[in-house]
């Protein structure tokens, strides 16, 4: 079928529509007509040739949410017609996934970062020639979608796609390192480096459970403002001076846990200064260069470094419970979001590397009505 996506050269500052021929899925894949996706940082970076060895061109997207138009064999817990959310791509086999960490995957990397399945093959092609896609499993930077099924999760029709897509990993990052990776409970606390949607995410988690004190630590004014009205019990301005001296005046004993959801080396150690005893330093990105961190403060008192993939979370279970509480107005992910039309991805791509919007969401509804089958 030919479908338009947004692909990834080499040459272009952000990915431009082309049309596309898209194959059938396969035994364990479904059919998905896109109606939003998110954009994060992982898709600007990847887009941009970093870090990764992601082939170009692709098309990217991780954040999807549609309308299931056909599945594959074997495929039996969404069908035509089901709302889902897309998140990523996992084995289903190995022991990690077993044990319902399906994040931890062993074959992560190649199922997210690889461009093709497993197989090699890709069910994206241009003019005859194999195009890379399988983004995260599903390269939803497009008005269909062949997506990996074990990352397609069924959400109630009343959830707008909007708000739906960007569970599939940045909300899901944020929110279940609070919840899952760090397993915080009442009177815990948390310094959250970063107010993006990952940091924002945590720290409407951290409110979830209750948490004594939730600080909130970022240079851009109206993100910290923010961050107090979705939870933050304290914000630190980070260009102000040394954030970490200033969360151990407000928690002299230090936090719990923390949360650093940038990729800067020096928030790195930040992160750990910040730490009481037996805490724990959470990272979700890596920064650009080698880091190293004194050993001595981590085996004097206990504390640990835990790298955070996903939030630890099963997509099948946590995105459901994320969206009851949205439901409930007591995860108001809606406060994040800004849309965009499809044919805006340039300026959206722009928009999220500046930071001007916390979290875009691509609107596809009306090319997928162009789009159709041939």
Not at 115 to 140: I, N
Not at 225 to 247: P, Y
Not at 251 to 272: I, K, M, R
Request: glycine share 12%; with cysteine.
């Amino acid at each position: 079928m030919k479908i338009t996506a947004a692909v990834s050269r080499e040459t272009d500052r952000a990915p431009r529509l082309e049309r596309v021929d898209l194959s059938a899925p396969r035994a364990g894949e479904v059919l998905v007509r896109i109606m939003a996706a998110g954009i994060c940082h992982t898709d600007l970076r990847v887009h941009g040739g970093g870090g990764v060895g992601t082939p170009r061109p692709v098309v990217l997207g991780h954040e999807g949410a549609g309308i299931v138009e056909a599945v594959g064999a074997g495929v039996t817990h969404v069908g035509p017609g089901d709302h889902v959310a897309l998140s990523g791509s996992s084995c289903g086999h190995c022991p990690q996934c077993i044990a319902n960490y399906p994040t931890y995957c062993r074959e992560v990397m190649p199922r997210s970062f690889g461009g093709q399945r497993m197989d090699g093959s890709s069910a994206l092609s241009k003019d005859g020639h194999m195009l890379h896609g399988h983004f995260f499993g599903q390269s939803s930077f497009a008005t269909y979608a062949v997506a990996d099924a074990r990352g397609a999760v069924p959400i109630g029709k009343d959830v707008p796609f909007e708000i739906a897509a960007p569970m599939g990993c940045g909300i899901l990052t944020g929110a279940g390192s609070v919840l899952y990776s760090f397993d915080m409970r009442p009177n815990h606390t948390i310094a959250v480096f970063g107010t993006g949607p990952v940091g924002l995410a945590a720290v409407m988690a951290a409110r979830l459970v209750g948490a004594r004190r939730i600080i909130a630590i970022d240079p851009i004014a109206g993100r910290r403002a923010l961050a107090e009205e979705l939870g933050a019990t304290d914000t630190i301005d980070s260009g102000a001076g040394d954030a970490a001296d200033a969360v151990r005046a407000i928690l002299p004993e230090g936090v719990d846990f923390s949360l650093n959801t940038t990729a800067v080396p020096a928030v790195f150690d930040a992160a750990v200064k910040v730490l009481g005893m037996m805490g724990t330093a959470g990272f979700v990105t890596a920064p650009p260069t080698a880091w190293t961190t004194m050993l001595q403060p981590l085996l004097a008192g206990g504390r640990s470094v835990r790298g955070i993939i996903n939030g630890s979370a099963a997509p099948q279970v946590a995105i459901p419970m994320l969206l009851d509480h949205w439901r409930q107005g007591r995860f108001p992910v809606d406060r994040l979001v800004r849309n965009y039309a499809f044919d805006r991805i340039g300026d959206a791509f722009d928009d999220c590397h500046h930071g001007i919007a916390i979290k875009p969401v691509l609107d596809m509804a009306s090319h997928a009505d162009r789009a159709g089958q041939s």
